[in-house]
Every structure is written in structure tokens, then in C-alpha cells.
């Protein structure tokens, strides 16, 4: 018997009614099936109530467990006009002040309800004069300023606020590691955790195994304060990491169908490429989930924060490496010590490695071209430096000189988080340094090549590591309570800030060899800049583009001239 179809008002009417009747026996879980004999029976008895089809209460249905309630209409409402939301927070104020806020869970999800923060309830914070950060405060990026400077850009400044967005005993977090070892891992997995239990007393927690792919993998542990007690004094991850295995769809998936509405992302630039990606679809969902990227790099190249964890603890551990070649090169008559330290794409480490120890003779990164024969060349710079003193020491990051490895030897293979497969640096310029002595019967050389690369990634961190890696997750927690999403937190200027996700990912930070920086370590090791006049005016152009990163931003950031007074 067919029914006649009612008005689409009363059909509305009837499915608001509906919905309310049959919520208890909705299923939560994306992924499962509705094709159930109950499933079907319920269908059937419903259309007989609406006058409408089996099927079409059955795709209802499914709508409204994929959604969350919403009618299929509804739920494409929303993704149209979270996708417009997904846009940067730009803020404008007087004088030239800038605010590139992070997301926020009122940007996009309505009648949303706060609770006071609990840790004015906290014992342990009974002393402290202001629990809570004041909504308007902000971080500047740039403070060395003149007298008719902008106010420039500025960042959401971390910490408690006095609202918080979540319940207690509502969140369940989980926490993940992506990308390669660093000093430091534990530390922070371990402060997240017990950020989280003392402070708001979270006490479900969930260990997210073997990097992004452990999310659809159903890889997991239950993380407790207990468990994690002493894993700081270890190296390494105990959730374990791996390199890409980043699925959108089945990571989001994943995150809805256990319930998680906290997500803290432990990694790399590329790491956090893919939480903005996860945090955007979940966004066009309309779901209440924070998800916090905690910048991870012991190479130190993500763009806007000052440092990041894992670096003090990687330069204190090279300067090991760097002790033993000088004793080998000093041994030795004309002894040549080469150390090869981490840095792909920048050379912080090389660089303050190199600027603490004093021994080295030669430092090269990939941010400043080098070439080996001919006036001015490496391999004569050597040659001068032994007949000077009788032995030195180079120190070389692993990305330097890879545009003048032969083509023959060029690897054009990536790994699996996208990054092109470096070719040792080091073993290649051992020969060729032993090459060019080998036909110098006066002059023979005695090399010692030293790759300590894997001993300081799977190192403890340092006790400074330490301290920063707890600010920096209880800075994460603080920010995901209060609501705030989309983001990854780190320092500024000494002030840790939430940096909007398209901030560190749009470009890394690299080492200007135009700064002063590099001029201290030039003067420290006393070796040429193997740079050219054109490359330098290059540079200076490259500097420009930093500071005017378009017309809209070009009178907060000042002129070139002032940019560079001030660096």
C-alpha cells in the first residue's frame, strides 16, 4: 500500500519527533551498519508514521549518525560554512597592531557552554597571585622596535584561561608522536599526561602507537601518571613513531568513533602539516575536538618559535663528537677530525655546535654554498689551515654540499614523510679530501670521519629540555581546556604563544648567513664565507620577502632597512 506523502512542514515536524523517539537506539559509531533486520524494522514502522518510503528514513537515519543529528541538509549547511571559516583569524588593530589568532570552538559550533576552570580550586596553585591569562593578552613577534615602529604582528599569548570549554570527566585525549626520534619525547608525553590528570583531573588518556597510522591501526595503551612516572629518563618514544601513514579520513574517522575530543600531536613540520589537515576536516564536521600540534625538530627549522624541544640536549650531545675528532686530528700530524651533525635543510646545530665547542676549524651548512677546488675553495682553505697548524677540524650538517655530489651519485628517492633521501655528505667529502692530498707525497693527510647522528637522537634530554618540554605541554593542555584548536604552541620572544597551524608550515626556519650569527661563528673559526657578491645581494632579497610577507602586512613589518638594523 502506497502512502501519500505529507507536506514537507509536517514532514519536518514528524521527523523532529522521530529523531526524539529514537535516539537511544541510534548507533554513535561511524563505520557500522544500518542494514540490520532491527534496523530495517524500525524503517519500516517509522515510514508507515511519516508516509514516506523505508529507504529514505533509512538514509535519514545514516545522516544522522554521520552528522551528529543533523539532517543531511543541515550537516552540508555547516561544512559550507565551517570550509568559509577555515580562512586565517586576522585581527586589526591601532597602530599598525596585527593579530593572527588561532581557531576557536565558538568559530564554528553554536550554544556552546563554559564551566569555570578548576584550577582555582588547585592547591597547588594557591600562591600564585593571577591563576588566568587576560583574554586580550598577546605576544608580539618582533620586539626590537623604534620609536615610530608598527606595533607589528603579534600571537595569542599561552596559558590557563578563566573559562574552559570541556568537563573532566567529558575529555578524552590522546596523545601521538610522528616523525623521527628526538631528546625530549617522553618528557613531553609524560608532562601532557600529568598536565592533564593534576591539573584538570583528566583521567582518560590514550597512547596513540606507531605514529599517524596507529590511529586506524587500533594501536593503543591507556597512559596513567603512574605509567609514565620516569619515562622522561629515557630516551626515544614509548609510544613508538613512525613516518607518514597519515589517512585523513581514517584518522578523523578513528577520532569520532572512540570519542576522542582532545588530540595532542607530537612532531616535525611535516607532522604538523598533517595535524592542519586533520584539524580542518574535522572542522567541516562541526566536531568538538581539539587538536594541538607540539612542534618537534631536533634540527630547530620550524618557522616563528624560538627553539624547539630536543635542540639544547642535540647540541650539548655533539659537542662529544666534536671533542673526540679534535683529540684524533691533534694526535696526528696533519690530523683532520670531520664531524657530520643534523640539519637537512638549516644548520642550527652544526652552527651552535660549532660556536660552543671553539675547536672547529670549519663549519658548513646548507644555507651557505661552499665549493671545493680553486682559489678561495674548501680543499685550499685545508691545505692552509694544516701547514698553519698541524691538524683541524670540520663540521659539517648532513644537507651541506648536496648540489655538488656528483649527478651520477645523486639519489632522487623520498622517505615516506615526503623528505628526498639525503646522500652522506660526510663519507663524500672524506674522499674527496684524500683525493686531493693523495698526490702531495709532503702532505699526506690522516682523516677520522665521525657520524654521530643516531646517539644524539636517542639520547635523555637535558635537564633545559626538560623544563621547556613541560612548559610547553601544559601551554597545550591550557589552550585545547579553553577551547582553542587548529594551533601549536611555542615560544615567542621568551612568551609561549599559540601559533596558528599555516604559520610554521608554510615555510622552515633556516640560518641567515647574513646575520650576525654566522658573522660570530666566521670570526670564531676564522674560515672564508665561500660566498660570492651575487649571492650575498640574493640573500638580501631573500630577506625582504621575510619581512614584507605581502602588501597587507608590509607597514607592520617596516622597511627592509629597519628589518635588518634590528635582526
Not at 394 to 420: C, M, P, Y
Not at 437 to 451: A, E, Q
Not at 530 to 543: A, P, Q, T, Y
Request: glycine letters at 10%.
Amino acid at each position: 500500500m502506497k502512502h501519500k506523502p505529507l507536506p514537507s512542514h509536517q514532514q519536518t515536524e514528524k521527523l523532529t519527533l522521530l529523531e526524539t523517539k529514537t535516539k537511544k537506539s541510534q548507533m554513535g559509531s561511524l563505520g557500522t551498519s544500518d542494514s540490520t533486520p532491527n534496523s530495517k524494522s524500525n524503517a519500516s514502522g517509522h515510514a508507515s508514521e511519516l508516509g514516506v518510503s523505508p529507504s529514505k528514513v533509512l538514509r535519514n537515519l545514516l545522516a544522522e549518525k554521520i552528522s551528529g543529528g543533523m539532517s543531511r541538509l543541515e550537516s552540508a549547511k555547516r561544512k559550507i560554512k565551517n570550509t568559509e571559516k577555515m580562512k586565517p583569524k586576522i585581527v586589526i588593530g591601532d597602530g599598525g597592531y596585527v593579530l593572527e589568532d588561532v581557531p576557536h570552538f565558538s568559530d564554528y559550533i553554536p550554544d556552546l557552554h563554559s564551566h569555570p576552570n578548576p584550577l582555582q580550586d588547585n592547591p597547588a596553585y594557591s600562591v600564585v597571585k593571577q591563576y588566568f591569562v587576560d583574554v586580550d593578552d598577546t605576544v608580539a613577534q618582533k620586539i626590537v622596535v623604534q620609536k615610530n615602529s608598527k606595533k607589528g604582528t603579534h600571537f595569542r599569548r599561552a596559558g590557563p584561561r578563566q573559562k574552559v570549554y570541556f568537563e573532566s570527566d567529558e575529555v578524552k585525549a590522546c596523545i601521538v608522536t610522528c616523525g623521527g626520534l628526538c631528546p625530549g619525547l617522553n618528557t613531553v608525553v609524560r608532562e601532557l599526561v600529568c598536565a592533564l590528570y593534576s591539573i584538570y583531573g583528566v583521567t582518560k588518556i590514550l597512547g596513540i602507537k606507531g605514529g599517524y597510522k596507529g590511529f586506524y591501526s587500533c594501536n593503543t595503551i591507556e597512559l596513567t601518571p603512574k605509567l609514565v612516572n620516569d619515562i622522561h629518563k629515557r630516551g626515544g618514544t614509548i609510544l613508538g613513531t613512525s613516518r607518514g601513514g597519515h589517512d585523513t579520513v581514517k584518522i578523523v574517522d578513528a577520532i569520532q568513533d572512540r570519542g576522542i575530543n582532545q588530540v595532542y600531536i607530537i612532531g616535525g613540520d611535516g607532522t604538523q602539516k598533517g595535524a592542519s589537515i586533520i584539524y580542518e576536516e574535522i572542522q567541516r564536521r562541526g566536531l568538538k575536538v581539539a587538536v594541538v600540534g607540539i612542534p618537534k625538530t631536533i634540527d630547530n627549522d620550524i618557522e616563528v618559535i624560538d627553539k624547539s624541544f630536543g635542540f639544547d640536549t642535540a647540541v650539548e650531545e655533539a659537542q662529544k663528537a666534536i671533542y673526540a675528532a679534535h683529540v684524533e686530528a691533534e694526535s696526528h700530524e696533519n690530523g683532520i677530525g670531520l664531524v657530520k651533525l643534523m640539519g637537512r635543510n638549516s644548520g642550527f646545530i652544526a652552527m651552535y655546535a660549532t660556536l660552543a665547542s671553539r675547536d672547529v676549524d670549519c663549519c658548513l651548512i646548507p644555507e651557505s654554498p661552499f665549493y671545493l677546488e680553486g682559489e678561495g675553495g674548501l680543499l685550499e682553505f685545508i691545505e692552509k689551515r694544516l701547514k698553519e697548524n698541524g691538524h683541524m677540524v670540520i663540521v659539517a650538517a648532513e644537507g651541506a654540499g648536496q648540489d655538488l655530489i656528483a649527478d651520477s651519485l645523486r639519489n632522487t628517492d623520498h622517505d615516506a614523510s615526503g623528505n628526498k633521501v639525503l646522500l652522506d655528505v660526510g663519507l663524500w667529502l672524506s674522499q674527496k679530501i684524500k683525493e686531493h692530498f693523495s698526490g702531495k707525497k709532503r702532505m699526506r693527510v690522516n682523516l677520522k670521519y665521525i657520524d654521530p647522528t643516531y646517539m644524539i637522537r636517542a639520547v635523555p634530554s637535558n635537564a633545559s629540555d626538560n623544563i621547556y618540554s613541560t612548559l610547553l605541554a601544559q601551554s597545550a593542555v591550557h589552550g585545547a581546556m579553553a577551547g582553542y584548536t587548529g594551533f601549536t604552541v611555542g615560544p615567542v620572544n621568551g612568551r609561549h604563544a599559540y601559533i596558528p597551524y599555516y604559520r610554521i608550515t608554510e615555510k622552515q626556519k633556516k640560518v641567515v648567513i647574513t646575520d650576525r650569527m654566522w658573522a660570530r661563528l666566521l670570526s670564531s673559526t676564522n674560515q672564508p664565507s665561500f660566498l660570492s657578491h651575487e649571492f650575498i645581494k640574493g640573500e638580501e632579497i631573500d630577506l625582504e620577502e621575510h619581512y614584507h610577507f605581502d602588501n597587507e602586512y608590509t607597514l607592520c613589518n617596516g622597511s627592509l632597512t629597519d628589518a635588518i638594523t634590528n635582526m
